[in-house]
């Protein structure tokens, strides 16, 4: 079985300053981690992968996620939030052989000026 | 990159009618499929899974009569709301996938924002 936990439900930041938003994940193989970025009313669209090759994963817009197998986390970060970056995040993962994919609950990301 | 889109954007029918939504992978080949719907402010809940050419995998508690999935051909899956009711207004989301591998990630459709009078 595979789940994962987004823990905040809400973050807010302010601009120019860091952005964490936090995933813990729960599998028994190997998975495949996601993040994705969904603006109002809008699709979602790939911020960066993990797939058991480098632990530490550069994404698009200067996200990046550092795979921590022992502390079963995949967070995501980025040095200078900017306020195009308000929007929901998805934390997301995937299993060898599984047809599916389990997102976590997401993360709304609030930019203050 | 890979994009999917999906069609109409919105829609807006009375209750007991049936509606039809496409999703369309514009330029690779989808074996893979899938249906979410979202309510607001939640996360995406996955409805079925589709492999071109073969029945919808339904999750529990969806009903299959209710949301006809067809997956005729490696880019284009619809999904048919039958006989709408205001209960099933939200926001259907379908994602494609290439291949069958799970590592690979899913290139997700601007959605469909369907209300139901």
């Known amino acids: 079985a595979q789940s994962v936990t987004q823990l905040d439900s809400h973050v807010s930041v302010s601009e120019g300053t860091p952005v964490l938003l936090r995933c813990n994940y729960s599998s028994s193989y190997s998975p495949s981690l996601f993040w994705y970025v969904q603006h109002p009313n809008k699709g979602l669209q790939l911020l960066l992968k993990?797939?058991?090759?480098?632990?530490l994963v550069k994404g698009i817009n200067g996200f990046e996620a550092e795979f921590k197998k022992s502390e079963t986390s995949f967070h995501l970060t980025k040095p200078s939030a900017h306020m195009s970056d308000a929007a929901e995040y998805f934390c997301v993962v995937s299993l060898p052989n599984a047809g599916k994919s389990t997102f976590g609950d997401g993360t709304t990301l609030t930019v203050k000026p | 990159g890979a994009v999917v889109s999906q069609h109409p954007s919105w829609v807006i029918c009375k209750s007991g009618t049936s509606v039809k939504i496409e999703c369309r992978s514009l330029?690779?080949?989808?074996?893979?499929m899938f249906w979410y719907r979202q309510f607001p402010k939640q996360s995406l809940m996955l409805m079925a899974t589709s492999n071109e050419g073969s029945k919808a995998t339904y999750e529990q508690g969806v009903e299959k009569d209710k949301f006809l999935i067809n997956h005729a051909s490696l880019t284009l899956s619809t999904l048919t709301v039958t006989s709408a009711h205001p209960e099933d207004s939200s926001f259907y989301i379908c994602s494609a996938r290439e291949g069958t591998l799970t590592y690979n990630e899913q290139f997700f459709g601007p959605g469909t924002r369907l209300t139901v009078l």
């Open positions: 993990y797939t058991s090759a480098a632990t």
């Open positions: 330029d690779f080949q989808a074996t893979t």
